[in-house]
């Protein structure tokens, strides 16, 4: 899949808006068979009080 570099707002058309959804499609259908979900601990959901350094933080919840 070739790179496209795009420039502020440059307006897609034709050829090259064709070729620009076709890659996104692409890296998007990548990114999506990655992720993976799992029910975390409650704390997770507090940044005041959860540590980020604790390594069990995002592990699975028994």
């Known amino acids: 899949m ?6 502020g707002a440059q307006k897609l058309t034709g050829d090259r808006k064709t070729e ?3 890659m996104l499609e692409h890296a998007s259908s990548d990114v999506a068979s990655t992720i993976r979900e799992h029910i975390v601990d409650r704390k997770v959901s507090s940044s005041r009080t959860a540590d980020p350094t604790d390594p069990t933080l995002l592990e699975p919840f028994a």
């Open 20 to 22: 620009t959804l076709a």
């Open 2 to 7: 070739p790179r496209i570099h795009l420039d």
